[in-house]
């Protein structure tokens, strides 16, 4: 057969690589110009190779900070699936009750970032925050600005207020899926409560789960505002996550060339771990299959 | 396994029944035999799964007892009435094996390892999964599926009952009817009760010793595939029952005759007067066309089927099919249909009416 050839089509692409262009790779590529490069002001810059890197990889605040992200995130994530899951498994199946839960649920995650660390950064504080005047009423020695044990709390407790809701709407969306007659089979097969869960509902909440728990790791090892606006990373800097630290490297003290090996660094190893849990819970099942 | 007895049992999906039509179930009294193999038919929305889940305890009914022997079961668990019941489409727990799955029934029990063993391996054979024990459930094709959820059905050897609601819906003709002779045999061998929910008559009327009719919320009629034939109690179960389903025509009865389209038509039994709507019903089987004795008839077609014709006509604008034994002659000539006298059955809104005299016989 004759087929014409007419590369022409070929400019049919170019809108697609346009948008990517500008949405992706030239913000990125800047990055990777500034991450290897140094500036002394004037908007002169020298080549500095891969000093940044080295810098940033032997940095021990840096270090500390990432210990301080993997902690927070552990934390949050331990304590928002089982939870989520929970609310899900106790909410309404139908009827008023469960539209009414499922607005209530879907209300945090509809409050803008700032806002949500400002109600926290007001609710907890000791002079006028409902949640610190009453602890310091009722005795109990409570205070985020000094404490570092306060403070961590405070910024988890807020988290799992934040975030609890988009697991739990995840998996109720999971359960809700599964046809009655699979507990209908389970109570004819006697089966106990666990072995309802561990059998019939985990099985069936895994894919909504596997989002659940990717989507909580992500945004919490990217978390930003929140505790910026209650903490200011501090007292010290206890919590400082990540982000946090970027921050101060690159427009506190605009150190752009170590900010910049650093965020590339931090995306790295935030791809890597998705892809490592993702790799990991799409295989668990997988197991002596067919 | 026991005896199961169903007194003044009707449910309803209302909190508050105002009217009949607002109950799936209306009023019943059964009993269902220990040891019976019954298949419980219906239309689709009948009240057939609502029955089922009522015995099993999955469904609480708004009216009347559940009796397992003597004891009130009514509100008894699921767990307690010790019932097996296998769902229309494959229930398995996808992360399990399929021996695993098999096993679950007896393990919830507390059955020790190597008697659930022997019992899954029985089960497995019994099912063609031999081969397949150790491999995930996920993954299977339905039909699989299928057999696991009725192997699990049929796993336990103490159970009251077994309960299959239309368990072979998923499954390719050849197997269906290999799995339906195994159900066959698993009865003559362990006698369980069991009770088969189908809209399919040959899987009934194959699988069952007595066959439960039920039509819109009612059982109405419970018999031997011979009676539902021969004697059906309602015109539903003589439209349901048989291929093709009964003839029926408005028709006055007036003692042993009635009177249908100008023409007197002998019954084989005289009836006293009856209220309500009066029909006559026949089967195709007992009609036979004619050069003139009987009702005036049209023929539209003629089908083969192979062991004999069924005709299709008309009487008076109303179908009516007759069934052609092999060998005879179809002319034009045949214009009137005749009915076997001793075979009519007459109702009254819908019901069957006994005769007056005693005068009928059934071959």
């Known amino acids: 057969m004759d087929k014409t050839q007419n590369n022409k089509a070929w400019f049919l692409v170019l809108p697609v690589l346009a948008l990517v262009a500008f949405s992706a790779v030239i913000p990125l590529m800047t990055v990777v110009n500034y991450s290897l490069q140094?500036?002394?002001?004037?908007?002169?810059?020298?080549?500095?190779?891969?000093?940044?890197?080295?810098?940033?990889?032997d940095s021990d605040r840096i270090k500390d900070a990432l210990g301080r992200q993997i902690l927070f995130t552990g934390i949050i994530l331990?304590?928002?699936?089982?939870?989520?899951?929970?609310?899900?498994?106790?909410?309404?199946?139908?009827?008023?009750?469960?539209?009414?839960?499922?607005?209530?649920?879907?209300?945090?995650?509809?409050?803008?970032?700032?806002?949500?660390?400002?109600?926290?950064?007001?609710?907890?504080?000791?002079?006028?925050?409902?949640?610190?005047?009453?602890?310091?009423?009722?005795?109990?020695?409570?205070?985020?600005?000094?404490?570092?044990?306060?403070?961590?709390?405070?910024?988890?407790?807020?988290?799992?207020?934040?975030?609890?809701?988009?697991?739990?709407?995840?998996?109720?969306?999971?359960?809700?899926?599964?046809?009655?007659?699979?507990?209908?089979?389970?109570?004819?097969?006697?089966?106990?409560r666990l072995a309802v869960?561990?059998?019939?509902?985990?099985?069936?909440?895994?894919?909504?789960?596997?989002?659940?728990?990717?989507?909580r790791f992500m945004d919490s090892f990217m978390i930003y505002t929140e505790p910026f606006v209650v903490t200011g990373g501090g007292p010290g800097n206890a919590t400082t996550f990540l982000s946090i630290d970027l921050v101060k490297q690159a427009i506190g003290q605009f150190d752009l060339g170590p900010a910049a090996a650093f965020s590339l660094i931090y995306f790295l190893v935030i791809l890597l771990i998705s892809w490592v849990f993702y790799t990991v819970m799409t295989n668990l099942d997988k197991r002596d299959g067919v | 396994m026991a005896q199961i007895t169903l007194s003044k049992l009707a449910h309803s999906y209302f909190p508050n029944p105002k009217s009949e039509s607002e109950f799936a179930l209306k009023e019943m009294d059964h009993v269902w035999d220990d040891g019976g193999a019954y298949a419980l038919l219906g239309s689709s929305g009948c009240g057939k799964t609502t029955l089922l889940n009522i015995i099993s305890g999955?469904?609480?009914?708004?009216?009347?007892?559940?009796?397992?022997?003597?004891?009130?079961?009514?509100?008894?668990?699921?767990?307690?009435?010790?019932?097996?019941?296998?769902?229309?489409?494959?229930?398995?727990?996808?992360?399990?094996?399929?021996?695993?799955?098999?096993?679950?029934?007896?393990?919830?029990?507390?059955?020790?390892?190597?008697?659930?063993?022997?019992?899954?391996?029985?089960?497995?054979?019994?099912?063609g999964m031999e081969a397949r024990l150790n491999h995930k459930a996920r993954g299977l094709t339905a039909d699989a599926k299928q057999k696991i959820s009725l192997g699990r059905g049929m796993v336990r050897e103490d159970v009251n009952a077994i309960l299959f609601d239309e368990p072979l819906t998923v499954i390719d003709p050849h197997m269906k009817w290999e799995l339906r002779t195994q159900l066959k045999q698993l009865h003559r061998e362990f006698r369980h009760t069991m009770i088969y929910v189908t809209h399919d008559q040959t899987e009934a009327l194959t699988f069952a010793d007595k066959v439960v009719v039920m039509y819109d919320g009612r059982v109405v009629q419970m018999?031997?595939?011979?009676?539902?034939?021969?004697?059906?109690?309602?015109?539903?179960?003589?439209?349901?029952?048989?291929?093709?389903?009964?003839?029926?025509?408005?028709?006055?009865?007036?003692g042993s005759h009635a009177a249908l389209l100008g023409v007197q038509v002998a019954l084989g039994a005289a009836y006293g007067p009856i209220k309500g709507r009066t029909q006559i019903g026949i089967r195709p089987e007992f009609v036979t066309l004619t050069a003139g004795q009987g009702v005036p008839v049209r023929i539209l077609r003629v089908e083969d089927v192979g062991r004999h014709r069924i005709i299709r006509a008309e009487?008076?604008?109303?179908?009516?099919?007759?069934?052609?034994?092999?060998?005879?002659?179809?002319?034009?000539?045949?214009?009137?249909?005749?009915?076997?006298?001793?075979?009519?059955?007459?109702?009254?809104?819908?019901?069957?009416?006994?005769?007056?005299?005693?005068t009928r016989k059934v071959a």
């Not at chain 1, 140094?38 to 990889?57: Q, S």
């Not at chain 2, 699921?78 to 296998?86: G, K, L």
């Not at chain 2, 000539?333 to 005693?358: E, M």
């Open chain 2, 58 to 127: 999955l469904v609480r009914p708004s009216h009347g007892r559940v009796l397992f022997g003597a004891t009130d079961m009514t509100d008894a668990p699921t767990a307690e009435r010790n019932i097996a019941q296998v769902f229309q489409f494959p229930v398995v727990y996808d992360t399990m094996t399929v021996r695993d799955n098999l096993a679950f029934p007896l393990r919830n029990r507390g059955k020790d390892a190597a008697y659930v063993k022997a019992r899954v391996d029985h089960i497995a054979a019994m099912i």
């Open chain 1, 78 to 192: 331990a304590i928002e699936v089982p939870l989520g899951i929970f609310v899900a498994l106790n909410m309404p199946k139908k009827g008023f009750w469960a539209s009414f839960c499922l607005v209530l649920m879907a209300l945090p995650l509809l409050i803008p970032f700032n806002v949500v660390g400002t109600i926290w950064q007001i609710f907890g504080r000791v002079d006028i925050g409902l949640l610190g005047h009453t602890l310091a009423a009722m005795g109990v020695d409570y205070n985020y600005t000094n404490d570092v044990f306060d403070a961590w709390a405070t910024v988890i407790i807020m988290d799992v207020w934040h975030w609890t809701s988009l697991v739990a709407l995840l998996s109720y969306a999971g359960l809700q899926s599964i046809p009655e007659a699979y507990y209908q089979a389970a109570k004819i097969d006697q089966a106990g």
């Open chain 1, 38 to 57: 140094d500036t002394f002001g004037n908007n002169e810059f020298f080549w500095a190779g891969l000093e940044w890197f080295e810098d940033v990889l």
């Open chain 1, 197 to 215: 869960f561990r059998y019939i509902e985990l099985p069936k909440m895994q894919g909504v789960l596997l989002i659940a728990i990717l989507l």
């Open chain 2, 223 to 254: 018999g031997t595939p011979q009676d539902l034939f021969d004697t059906p109690a309602h015109t539903f179960v003589g439209y349901f029952i048989g291929s093709p389903g009964m003839n029926l025509f408005d028709a006055d009865i007036a």
């Open chain 2, 315 to 358: 009487a008076g604008g109303k179908p009516l099919n007759i069934i052609a034994p092999e060998g005879q002659p179809i002319g034009t000539d045949l214009t009137h249909a005749a009915f076997a006298p001793d075979r009519i059955s007459v109702y009254a809104d819908d019901w069957r009416v006994t005769p007056a005299t005693a």
